[in-house]
């Protein structure tokens, strides 16, 4: 029998991803995106396949673009697939019969198209491009940039340039119209079932900065005047137009002010002809989204909209449950919300067409593969095994579920992995995970990193402290201008538990963490000396000056700290890991991205210089040209080396046993 390996940081190469399922109109075939990374070029590379829906024969290759091809959308009568190539240079939409042949080339605008959509009649296309900006400019012939708004930047896209707008193109050629202008940002197209409506997401410059408010608007598919459908007193995006066209579904909340920011997203409806829109899942204590539960072995696009039953009935959507992510379904005109899928793993996306769901689904020890299954969630065939042979090469640890008792009765949902090649009676360093948000979530995920500190003879532990989702909104909500209390409380109650296993050396335990998790590892150091050494990841360190230097600056900070600096420098101050720095005794390796708009760089620039000034051991890595995602979508070179250089400040203070 041929050896297994251990898992490295380099293995991230050998991986491959399936993103955004489309079953076809009738429910026989599913088209999916597959995305693997080139070595030589070290680029994420990405083709559309096809698959039958009873996984009847094996998965075939659609597409063949030298570089990204993706967003496939079926034809109303399933003849044809749009998607999205690059093979030209800018993305632009392409169509392709859908048993093959020769793509041809739909949309030909300067700064590309995406997110097409197909008119009901299959006759006309809706996009989203850039306007108002040469995207290919060269920098050095910009003289200055000029804005009027406070919301001038995005974590991913950089300094905002242009306007992202709406457009739709006949087929059969003819002119492009752009359907939507002016200063605010366009995404999410949907065409209403008779054609005479887009619906799509409007983001205004003028309130985003300082509002949890986007909208959705009804756009006329001839052109005129656009006319919001959505109260406008909260988040309300991914809209789904009812099979008979009377109303919309879209995921939001609004804003209340006991719970604000922190509030479960909902299932929602709104009659086309106005009105006040209808909560279908009020009596629900779990929030309608899917991109809650953490993992770095993910690379592409899932849509994230609700989608109803043929009949409209009900209205399918994603959710996550104690780490599980699952389909669950609610009743068009209210009722219990009921789960359609099961299990311990997390799903990503789906789709519904004729009598069958289609989605990628992932576990702790696999990071997503497509199935089929009936609308109620049975006979569900497995349609793919995309890491199935490279993993089989592998030694994984694998993960087990825990309940860690913490203060105020509060159990804490954790998994907790022992070091690959573990031997009984032998005593091992851990190292602890702290997931960034903070309203987000670990669960039933693969981690790559996770895999690679194991195989380096770590235990390790990742948990949900009070702040994550899956857990209703109280357990999200009661952090809330208290960052560094209840979810202290719950970090350290899983350090005592691991430190309590009679495998783990508690003189040797480490901590990490990004976002949050990076707030989270300087807060903690701040206040114990419990840990041997911790790494901090595009962490958040000084409140003050992240008001005013992250793309959420003011709204995330007058939600979660209260008020603004100038009216609260108290609080400010008091839930600023700066202001404890002083306290620092744990060697601490500081890490961030130049490019990352979510936490600016200068935050780690803060904590490394005033580390340096007290003498504490520190180092201080920076990546260029990424962004606060750069474990999870970088360049796979800086990834591998973000991951290398973890391990290796874990190697050098925490695997000493002196």
Partial sequence: MEERKLMTAEDLYGFRFASDPQISPDGANVAYV??????????YRQAVYLVPADGSTPPRR????????????????????????????????????????????????????????????????????????????????????????????????????????????????????????????????????????IAVLRQQSARRAFEWGT?????????????????????????????????????????????GGSTN????????????????TADWDRSASNDDVNSDARWGTNEHRPTWRPDNSGIYFLATDHGATNIYTVPANGGSVRAVTNGERVIDAFSTGGDRLAYIAADLLNPGDLYASAPDG???????????????????????????????????????????????????????????????????????EF??????????????????????????????????ERDYADVMAAADWAASQPWVDSERLGMTGGSYGGFMTNWVTGHTDRFKAAVTRRCLSNWVSFYGTSDIGPRFSEWMVGGTPWTNPEGYARMSPMTYVQNIRTPLLVIHSEEDHRCAVEQSEQLFVALKRLGCETEFVRYPQESHSLSRVGKPARRIENLERISAWFERYVDSES
């Fill in 215 to 259: 909208d959705i608007y009804l756009v006329p598919a001839s052109g005129g005047e656009a006319r919001r459908l959505t109260p406008g007193d909260g988040p309300s995006y991914a809209p789904s137009f009812s099979p008979d066209g009377s109303r919309l579904a879209y995921l939001g909340h609004r804003n209340p002010p006991e719970t």
């Fill in 34 to 43: 597959l995305a693997h990374i080139d070595r030589e070029s070290d680029e």
């Fill in 378 to 448: 049975s006979t569900e065939v497995r349609l793919t095994g995309v890491n199935e042979e490279f993993l089989r090469g592998f030694t994984l640890s694998e993960p087990h579920e825990v309940r860690i008792q913490s203060t105020e009765g509060t159990e804490v949902q954790g998994w907790v992995m022992k070091p690959t090649g573990y031997v009984e009676g032998e005593r091992y360093p851990l190292i602890m995970e702290v997931h960034g948000g903070p309203h987000t979530a670990y669960g039933y995920a693969f981690f790559h």
């Fill in 451 to 484: 895999q690679v500190l194991a195989a380096r003879g770590y235990g390790v532990l990742f948990t949900n402290p009070r702040g994550s989702t899956g857990y209703g909104q109280e357990f999200a909500v009661c952090i809330v201008k208290q960052w560094g």
């Fill in 265 to 280: 997203t909902g299932v929602w409806t709104v009659s086309l002809e106005g009105g006040e829109p209808t909560l279908l």
């Fill in 62 to 197: 659609y597409t063949y673009g030298p570089k990204r091809d993706n967003h496939p959308r079926w034809s109303p009568d399933g003849s044809q697939l749009l998607f999205v190539s690059d093979r030209e240079g800018k993305p632009q939409v392409y169509v392709m019969p859908s048993d093959g042949g020769e793509a041809r080339k739909v949309t030909d605008l300067s700064n590309g198209a995406g997110c097409p959509v197909w008119s009901p009649d299959g006759a006309r296309v809706a996009f989203i491009s850039r306007t108002g900006v040469d995207v290919d400019e060269d920098i050095s012939d910009i003289v200055s940039y000029h804005y009027t708004e406070a919301y001038y930047k995005d974590d991913g896209e950089g300094i905002k340039r242009g306007h992202n707008h709406l457009f739709v193109q006949d087929l059969d050629g003819g002119d492009t119209m752009q359907l939507t202008e002016g200063p605010d940002d366009y995404r999410d197209p949907a065409w209403s079932p008779d054609g005479a409506y």
